[in-house]
């Protein structure tokens, strides 16, 4: 017998909103992780607010937003209004987050504003040292590679103006400046939209207003293990790179073992290899022969752990590829460096939970 198309609501409900989350969803380990993660960040936090003891309306709870914060990047939504907007209705999210049914969700405006102070005290960074070290074990520590990819900032041509001229002339930022034909430069010219971004290109691509993503990855699972964003130039790589290799060697300690780093072409230059044999690095670059000597001596490129490092360096991409298919930092939607770095960051902290997850259920599998 056919049912009639009717719609009736209980008034009240005994079911929690965990109930309606299954058992065995991805979001379940990834939330636990980041949970311990957060519970270990409770001293920061407590520095964050400690100015704000004598009193105030109450501010975001800084492990909600950082865990709004991720769920922007693991479900690529696009914006703080859109991601506000599904929360409001999506179970999912009010779950992950920490919001009940009939919380408040928060204004977008609040939301962004709150995100200000993470950057001034690096909770992000925090969040993703964190992250890293509750898997400390799945880390060789030892074998590592490193890569740079560019980000295009989200600034367009006709803000790249003059640093100090007539604004009408050049154009104005708003589409009605012509800048065909002129020579322009990062030392004459910047964006009026945003100072930080710079005129760059790399290889075959066009010009662009671009920032540069950097990561120090270990070989053992493909984690990444360290994160930043610079300006956008031919140095910023290699500068980056022994930025992050020294951070490593201070895990391990000035007296510890040696470790490698596997990169491609752009490293064979003669300041990075002498830069990472201060830093009891030992550099597994790939040679540059085209028309020149190759700063990476043959007795290090004729080693069997050489050719295993520039074979497993390619795993690197992997973290590039995640983030700008789902992490959206492929043209970021905000503005300023330390903005930028912050999306970045957290879009890797994301990346790694997710590979954490899947080489936890791979280990449960394999036992």
């Not at 703080?80 to 987050?97: A, G, K, S």
């Not at 504003?113 to 993703?128: G, M, P, Q, T, Y």
Request: proline share 2%; net charge positive.
């Amino acid at each position: 017998m056919r049912s009639a198309d009717t719609f009736t609501e209980s008034l009240f409900t005994m079911r929690r909103l965990d109930d309606f989350i299954p058992a065995n969803h991805p979001l379940r380990e990834i939330r636990k992780t980041a949970n311990k993660a957060l519970a270990r960040m409770e001293p920061l936090f407590a520095q964050m607010y400690a100015c704000d003891s004598k009193g105030g309306r109450p501010a975001i709870a800084p492990e909600k937003l950082l865990r709004a914060m991720l769920l922007q990047v693991l479900f690529s939504v696009r914006s703080e209004r859109q991601l506000m907007e599904q929360v409001q209705y999506n179970m999912l999210y009010r779950w992950f987050i920490g919001l009940a049914m009939d919380d408040d969700v928060w204004v977008p405006t609040v939301f962004t504003k709150n995100r200000e102070r993470l950057i001034e005290h690096d909770a992000v960074v925090a969040f993703f040292n964190e992250v890293v070290a509750k898997k400390k074990k799945w880390l060789s520590g030892e074998h590592f590679s490193v890569d740079g990819t560019l980000i295009q900032a989200w600034a367009s041509h006709k803000s790249f103006v003059p640093k100090e001229g007539d604004d009408d002339s050049h154009g104005n930022g708003t589409g009605t400046g012509d800048f065909r034909g002129e020579k322009r430069s990062n030392e004459t010219h910047e964006s009026m939209t945003d100072a930080d971004a710079r005129l760059y290109r790399k290889g075959k691509t066009a010009s662009e207003l671009r920032y540069m993503g950097h990561t120090l990855c270990d070989n053992r699972h493909g984690l990444i293990a360290n994160a930043m964003v610079t300006h956008a130039d031919g140095y910023a790589e290699r500068e980056a790179a022994k930025v992050m290799l020294a951070d490593a060697r201070g895990v391990l300690g000035a007296n510890g073992k040696r470790i490698t780093v596997g990169a491609d072409k752009g490293y064979d230059a003669a300041e990075f290899i002498e830069a990472c044999n201060k830093l009891k690095v030992t550099p597994h670059v790939a040679q540059n022969k085209s028309g020149r000597n190759s700063a990476v001596s043959d007795d290090i490129a004729q080693t069997p752990g050489y050719a295993a490092s520039q074979k497993r360096r390619k795993v690197i991409e992997q973290g590039f590829g995640w983030a700008k298919q789902i992490g959206n930092i492929r043209q970021v939607m905000v503005r300023g460096i330390k903005r930028v770095d912050q999306v970045f960051v957290l879009a890797m902290a994301a990346y790694n939970l997710v590979r954490m997850r899947t080489l936890g259920q791979i280990r449960l599998q394999a036992a």
